[in-house]
């Protein structure tokens, strides 16, 4: 065989390999990174959600919301079809609920007439959250090697009576 005709070949492949290489590791990266942000927005909305029921139980429900940042999806987004595919409908969705949170808090001055109203809208989001989308993750966190949230509110909200 030509000489030329196997370096043609083999550049072919090599190139190709390379190409297929830097791919898998760009979908790995970015769902790594969309894995990593929803594994902190968890925590912090978990921690968000019993500091609100102390808040409720003191009585200091005037206390400012601070939205819950989304910085990566944001920006992965455009990058959709790197997504895992087992998995990207459950993160839409997860991103859309966190949004609703960030509108709801957002919203809050709407709710002057009747604060009891936003306090118990809010505190079903914040729990409606915790329990769709609490543990269905779990699988993909230890794919990627992300740590698992602990989310210290899930048992107590498998045994609580709704909110008022």
């Not at 609100?52 to 079809?81: M, S, V």
């Amino acid at each position: 065989m030509n000489v030329a005709i196997v370096t043609a070949l083999l550049t072919v492949v090599g190139s190709l390999i390379t190409y297929l290489y830097q791919r898998w590791d760009d979908h790995t990266t970015i769902n790594r990174s969309v894995f990593t942000e929803i594994s902190r927005l968890l925590a912090v909305i978990d921690s968000h959600y019993r500091w609100w029921r102390k808040c409720i139980d003191e009585n200091k429900t005037e206390q400012p919301l601070l939205p819950f940042t989304t910085d990566i999806y944001d920006k992965a987004i455009d990058h959709i079809g790197a997504l895992n595919r087992a998995y990207a409908s459950l993160i839409v969705g997860f991103y859309g609920y966190v949004r609703f949170l960030n509108n709801l808090q957002h919203a809050r001055d709407q709710y002057k007439d009747s604060p009891e109203q936003f306090i118990a809208c809010y505190t079903r989001a914040l729990e409606e959250l915790l329990q769709r989308f609490g543990t269905p993750f779990s699988k993909a966190f230890r794919h990627y090697h992300i740590k698992q949230p602990s989310l210290e509110s899930l048992p107590m909200l498998s045994t609580s009576s709704p909110s008022t």
